[in-house]
C-alpha cells in the first residue's frame, strides 16, 4: 500500500538523525488534525511512535503533535517558523489541502504558498512529509478537491519531497476493514488516525530500508 499511495523521496536530515550518537528521530506533525478522534485505542501521534520505533531498531523516536483545524497552507507558516525553532525536528509531516479547500483557497495560491513553505522548511535543516487530506463529501466540492490533490501532488514532485494520498489510503483500509469484519483478515484495521500513522510509518520505513540496501551502480571502465 505504501509504495502505490505515497510518493516517496530523499530523506538526508533523517538519514543524518538515524547516524547520530544519540539516535533520537525528531518528528513535528503541523496542519489539519488526522482523525485522531476516531482511534478509540491510541492517539495518531503515539501509534505513529510506536510503529517507527519497531521499523527502526535501536532508534528513540520523538512525536510533537501541533495540529490546528481549518489552517491553511498559507497560515500554518507562521506557525512552522515558531516550531520549527523550538522543537528542531529532522522531520515535517505537514497535512496539507482540506483547510485551503473549506476556505476556498484558489489552487494557484495554494500550491504557491505551500511550495514556499516546503522551500524554507527544507532550508531550515528540516526534511518534509506532505499528508493530504480526507476526503469529505458534505464538505468538499468534487472539483476543488482534485484541484488541490493535483496542485500538491506537482509541489511534492518538484521539491523532491514526499507525499502520502491520504484520502486513497483511508479508503483502502476501509476495504481492508470491511474485509477483516467479514472474516478474511483476521488484523484488525483503523481508518482515521492509525490509518494514517500506519501509511506515514509504512512509507518511511520502506524508503530508509530502499536506500540503506539499494546496491550501488558497477563501475564501467573505458
Known amino acids: 500500500m505504501s509504495e502505490s499511495l505515497a510518493a516517496p523521496a530523499p ?30 485505542r491510541r492517539s495518531y501521534p503515539a501509534t505513529l511512535e510506536s510503529l517507527l520505533e519497531k521499523a527502526l531498531a ?20 507562521e506557525r ?8 528542531r525536528p529532522d522531520l515535517l509531516i505537514w497535512q496539507v489541502g482540506g ?3 473549506l476556505a ?24 518534509v512529509l506532505l499528508v493530504g487530506f480526507e476526503a469529505n463529501p458534505y464538505l468538499h466540492d468534487d472539483a476543488e478537491e482534485a484541484a488541490i490533490q493535483e496542485a500538491t501532488r506537482k509541489v511534492a514532485a518538484k521539491e523532491g519531497v514526499f507525499y502520502i494520498r491520504r484520502a486513497e489510503a483511508v479508503q483502502v483500509a476501509a476495504r481492508a476493514k470491511s474485509r477483516a469484519d467479514q472474516g478474511d483478515n483476521p488484523l484488525p ?34
Not at 104 to 127: C, F, I, M, S, T
Open 58 to 77: 535501536g532508534i528513540d523516536v520523538i512525536v510533537v503533535n501541533r495540529p490546528m483545524s481549518g489552517e491553511t497552507a498559507a497560515n500554518a507558516l
Open 11 to 40: 530523506l538526508p536530515q533523517v538519514t543524518a538523525a538515524l547516524a547520530r550518537a544519540d539516535k533520537k528521530l525528531r518528528l513535528l506533525i503541523i496542519g489539519g488534525p488526522a482523525g485522531g478522534s476516531r482511534s478509540a
Open 104 to 127: 476556498h483557497v484558489a489552487p494557484w495560491d495554494y500550491e504557491q504558498n505551500l511550495a514556499d513553505g516546503v522551500r524554507w522548511v527544507k532550508e531550515a535543516g528540516a526534511d
Open 189 to 222: 484495521l483503523e481508518t482515521g488516525g492509525e490509518c494514517v500513522a500506519a501509511q506515514v510509518a509504512q512509507a518511511l520505513a520502506a524508503n530508509l530500508v530502499l536506500r540503506r540496501t539499494r546496491p550501488t551502480a558497477p563501475i564501467i571502465e573505458p
Open 99 to 101: 483547510g485551503d479547500i
Open 80 to 87: 512552522i517558523r515558531t516550531e520549527m525553532a523550538l522543537q
